[in-house]
T-cell receptor, first 112, second 113 residues
Framework: DAKTTQPPSMDCAEGRAANLPCNHS???????VYWYRQIHSQGPQYIIH???NNETNEMASLIITEDRKSSTLILPHATLRDTAVYYC?????????????FGEGTQLTVNP | DGGITQSPKYLFRKEGQNVTLSCEQN?????MYWYRQDPGQGLRLIYY???????QKGDIAEGYSVSREKKESFPLTVTSAQKNPTAFYLC????????????FGDGTRLSIL
């Protein structure tokens, strides 16, 4: 499995951009990077995913380095409601189907 | 509304009893998944199913069983053989194939008394 490494915690001021890094140095050429977030006692919420190009949607932007060994999730204008644990995941394709392997994520705290 | 429904949200059982957690989806997704989450930790995969009447063990399948008789339903049974069943259980689904993401239900918190 491709493993991911994230800082355990980060802080961000409300209204500023939150940049969450993720290392996935063993990623294979056909493995996608997914980002989810989880607010306490709720199910994870899908944010964005990508293969090698930068991606943007209404929630966030995903920047993947050219060698694909790392990525950054950007929340352009963080709000207090963005406080959550953010998971960076590489999806593994097996003969029996694909699966996600979750690490411990990054606890993002947005401060007023 | 389309989505994934897990019920109940909180479940209490006596030690030694089997208990079944419900997961239903109306998204017409082929693949479904069960995860376990312990406090302060990430999700760990218990079982997954890519198609009706077929399922595979995940990383921590011991003490659990599943069935997939219908596309929309993937119940998880926590058996008495599971040594530490108290946890937060999450169900997810996604379309089979391609790179579409998994979508999650709101979870069931199981407590063994």
């Amino acid at each position: 499995d491709a493993k991911t490494t994230q800082p355990p915690s980060m802080d961000c001021a409300e209204g500023r951009a939150a940049n969450l890094p993720c290392n996935h140095s063993t990623i294979s050429g056909n493995e996608y990077v997914y980002w989810y977030r989880q607010i306490h006692s709720q199910g994870p919420q899908y944010i964005i995913h990508g293969l090698k190009n930068n991606e943007t949607n209404e929630m966030a932007s995903l920047i993947i380095t050219e060698d694909r060994k790392s990525s950054t999730l950007i929340l352009p204008h963080a709000t207090l409601r963005d406080t959550a644990v953010y998971y960076c995941i590489v999806r593994v394709q097996e003969t029996s189907g694909s699966r996600l392997t979750f690490g411990e994520g990054t606890q993002l705290t947005v401060n007023p | 509304d389309g989505g994934i429904t897990q019920s109940p949200k909180y479940l209490f059982r006596k030690e030694g009893q089997n208990v079944t957690l419900s997961c239903e989806q109306n998204l017409n997704h082929d693949a479904m998944y069960w995860y376990r989450q312990d406090p302060g930790q990430g999700l760990r995969l218990i079982y997954y199913s890519q198609i009706v009447n077929d399922f595979q063990k995940g990383d921590i399948a011991e003490g659990y069983s599943v069935s997939r008789e219908k596309k929309e339903s993937f119940p998880l049974t926590v058996t008495s053989a599971q040594k530490n069943p108290t946890a937060f259980y999450l169900c997810a689904s996604r379309p089979r194939g391609g790179n579409q993401p998994q979508h999650f239900g709101d979870g069931t918190r199981l407590s063994i008394l």
